[in-house]
């Protein structure tokens, strides 16, 4: 390996070594984009890698709520602030037990270069907590959300850093946040927060825009592939959120049928199609389990996850969308998705294959499309929803959606420039990161030593 890129990765492993995601995220970037570090041996002189790999600020806070029993609770919150580049920092909040210092940095970076690639003005950042929203009333969600935004409004702003939603921070959490921020600085920033509600400043098709950009992408590689299509192809996708519901039903437009979807608890599998309907009406309304589905349809199965086995993977499907969570897809689920004949591989989760599940499908000609580029949706929407705030003007469901579709098509088709002009085939894991980095540096060494 090249001797600049072994030294930066030996000083962040001795940095950072309790923040196991944070550095599984750097080696993979830094693995990838080893032919251009090779043909640009300035960057060591300025310490290219090494600042893009410490986040400008990181900010924890003591997050306190009142619970429906009257007991104080006190849960951290942060932020990370992980570059301004190209624009103001902008990424999601994430709230779930798991969420510590390495995963809020792990995303952060990931961030950077997945808004990098999507054309648009925005930095890199993501915030969250290890709050649990599940099983919490509408009235706790309430209470800890704003006590979160009384310490986060001090650290952001429309112009400075732009939170949006992620795993368990919906719009329900976005609207709870915004309410706060109003109060407190007495000024309508609209732009401020994206994923808002439609009735104060939110854009339509954002709610859709992850998934429905996954399959965006996912319709160009496979064009770009021997003229394939989704038609007729069966999809398994993991998660039963935001970003699986939307893949689902953009999949399904696309002539799919979905067979699989699944929680943390487990996964459902129905034969006949999963009924989409039934999984928003459970998930979406009721915040239900994904097993409540065989209260309807009870001849679907069910298959219960346990520490060791992700059992969507063990279904046999052409193309698997990891749309849950990081590391969700293991050597031996990929070998397993592989014995099943999976052609194609579309991570809607940031970073849900482990390394070497993703050098392995690459191996046996399975094509990726790597999180930075496909789930690049999300996030573009949401710059989109900052233009419309800023021109304080509503864009049609149907032009957003358009954006949205360029936008995609635009990424993949960096990517697959970026592999190209490296030769490395229809490697889209290293194209995204090459066409990003490329960017990056780019602006990085215009900026001077900052
Ligand atoms: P949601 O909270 O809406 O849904 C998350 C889904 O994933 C739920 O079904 C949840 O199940 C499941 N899940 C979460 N953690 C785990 C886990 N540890 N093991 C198994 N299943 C799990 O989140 P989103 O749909 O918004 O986010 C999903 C993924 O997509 C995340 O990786 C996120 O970072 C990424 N992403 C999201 C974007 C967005 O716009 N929302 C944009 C780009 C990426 P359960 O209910 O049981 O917890
Ligand atoms: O991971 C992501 O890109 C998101 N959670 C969306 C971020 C955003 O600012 O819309």
Redesign the pocket.
């Known amino acids: 390996m090249n001797a600049y890129i072994e030294k930066v990765l030996e000083e962040i492993r001795n940095k950072n070594n309790v923040e196991k995601e944070f550095i599984q995220a750097v080696e993979e970037v830094l693995a990838t984009i080893e032919p251009v570090i090779d043909r640009h041996p300035e960057y060591e002189n300025i310490a290219l890698l090494e600042r893009m790999t410490e986040p400008e600020r990181l900010i924890t806070f003591r997050v306190p709520y009142v619970n429906d029993e009257g007991k104080t609770i006190v849960h951290r919150g942060y932020r990370v602030q992980f570059s301004s580049l190209i624009g103001p920092y902008k990424g ?1 909040l ?1 709230f ?1 037990k ?1 969420v510590n210092q390495g995963i809020m940095k792990f ?1 952060g970076f990931e961030q950077i270069f997945k808004n990098a690639l999507t054309g648009l003005p925005i930095g890199g950042g993501k915030g969250g907590s290890d709050f649990d929203p ?1 099983g919490k009333s509408d009235n706790e969600i309430m209470r800890f959300c704003q006590s979160f935004m009384t310490e986060l409004q001090r650290h952001i702003g429309q112009d400075v850093d732009v939170p ?5 921070v ?1 719009e329900r959490e976005i609207g709870y946040l915004f309410g706060q921020y109003k109060r407190i600085k007495d000024a309508y920033e609209g732009g401020v927060l994206t994923g808002k509600g439609l009735s104060y400043g939110g854009s339509l098709a954002r709610k859709e ?2 998934g429905f950009g996954l399959v965006y992408f996912m319709r160009e590689m496979l064009k770009a592939n021997g003229n394939q299509s989704l038609e007729g192809k069966t999809v398994t996708i ?7 519901i939307y893949a689902c039903q953009k999949a399904l437009e696309f002539g799919a049928k979905v067979v699989a979807m ?4 487990g996964c459902i599998y129905d034969k006949n199609g999963i009924d989409l309907d039934l999984v928003k009406q459970i998930k979406e309304v009721e915040r239900g389990r994904i097993r409540e589905y065989l209260r309807v349809h009870s001849d679907a199965e069910y298959f219960e ?1 346990t520490s060791d086995d992700v059992p969507i993977w063990n279904i046999k499907t052409d193309i698997a969308l990891p ?4 590391n ?1 897809i293991n050597l031996n689920s990929a070998k397993k998705l592989i014995e099943n004949g999976v052609i194609a591989i579309g991570e ?3 970073m ?1 294959c482990l390394k070497d599940a993703t050098d392995y499908f690459l191996a046996n000609n399975v094509l990726v499309a790597p999180a930075k580029a496909s ?1 690049a949706g ?2 573009a929407t949401s710059a989109i929803e900052m233009s419309q705030n800023s021109m304080r003007y509503y864009l049609t469901f149907e032009e957003v959606d358009k954006m949205l579709e360029n936008i995609m098509k635009n990424i993949f088709n960096s990517c697959k420039t970026a592999a190209e002009q490296y030769n490395l085939g229809n490697n889209y894991v290293a194209g995204a990161n090459i066409a990003s980095f490329t960017k990056l540096a780019k602006a990085m060494q215009a900026q001077g030593i900052v």
């Open positions: 999601g994430r779930h798991s995303l599940k949006a939603g992620d795993i368990g919906g825009a992850t993991s998660g039963s959120g935001n970003v699986a699944s929680d943390s608890n996850q749309c849950a969570t990081q969700e809607g989760a940031n849900p789930n999300g996030v």
